[in-house]
């Protein structure tokens, strides 16, 4: 398969190549790595990483703007996202072919070529292998935006997605391309010391059900008194891993640009990404997120989430109880 999507890459001169909506760094990482790559290999192609911008995202490569591709043949490859209505920046229907890369569970089926591997740790790890594996080239740039996607989907390796193959194709970019560590974990981790006080209130003012279930709607009067953003919430989330008495746990903001509630949810047992399905979202077995247009529907959210948690306590982790 990797064989044929580089002679289909080979075959086009416009690729445009696009990822979800709300990116975080393996999106954003992906999108860049393999644009690069791909230039770097074909000088002459028109190659475009799309999308909205995300300002704590600028040091890991610049967006280009959406061409208008409706009156051309253009190859469209859309990484990190399962379904076409969460793709940025892209009409769908506008590109010849469609290209699928991605790590989450299958829902939309996108063009004749996909790589869909949920055993990966990440986007980053399935275009890296797809590098290796072909003609197509890499320099620093490009081994450490791939370097910065693995290990923040990953969870600096701590997720059980990360394997054997991780491990190997990680050594390689070192090895190969000699990555300053340090300051790609500065990249991935500093943050103000308003986002660690932030941090701290969440800690002490979410509620946690007694089935383990936490949760926090956080209001605009709350970020405005903490001087963060309201997308502050969506990278905090995975902090709150490993507290025994919390299970799955979740953060909704409210998103004024976009006029809808932006909900943030990680797990350590029960699935959340089909009930996230239900409320315009999905992602991953154990982390996932969701957008509601109803602040009522927030609310029944929390409900299913918080039965999941019942669900997960008494039939698979019974010694809680």
Known sequence: MEKKIYNKIKKYNTIVIARHIGPDPDAIASQFALRDSIKLTFPNKKVYAVGIGVAK??????????????????????????????????NFDDFKEVIKLDH????????????IDESASSACEIIA????????????????NLFLGIASDSDRFLL????????RIVSKLIDNYHLDLKKLYNM???KPLNDFRFQSFLALNMTVTENGFAYMKITSEMIKEYG????????LVNNFNYIKEVIAWAFVSYDERQELYKVNIRSRGPIINEIAIKYNGGGHKYA???????????DKLFEELDNACKDYNENINPEIN
């Open 228 to 235: 963060v953003d309201s997308s502050t919430a969506s990278n």
């Open 288 to 298: 996932s997120g969701a957008r509601i247009k109803d602040v009522s529907l927030v």
């Open 188 to 190: 991935l981790y500093e």
């Open 104 to 115: 989450h569970p299958l829902e939309d089926k996108m063009g004749t070529l996909e790589i």
């Open 129 to 144: 292998r797809l590098i290796f594996n072909t003609k197509l080239e890499m320099n620093v740039k490009v081994a450490e």
């Open 57 to 90: 995202y600028r040091s890991y490569g610049d967006l280009d703007k959406t061409p208008d591709v409706s009156n051309e043949k253009a190859l469209l490859i859309v990484v990190d996202v399962p379904n076409i209505s969460r793709i940025d920046g892209v």
């Open 160 to 167: 059980p997605t990360t394997s054997p193959s991780t491990f």
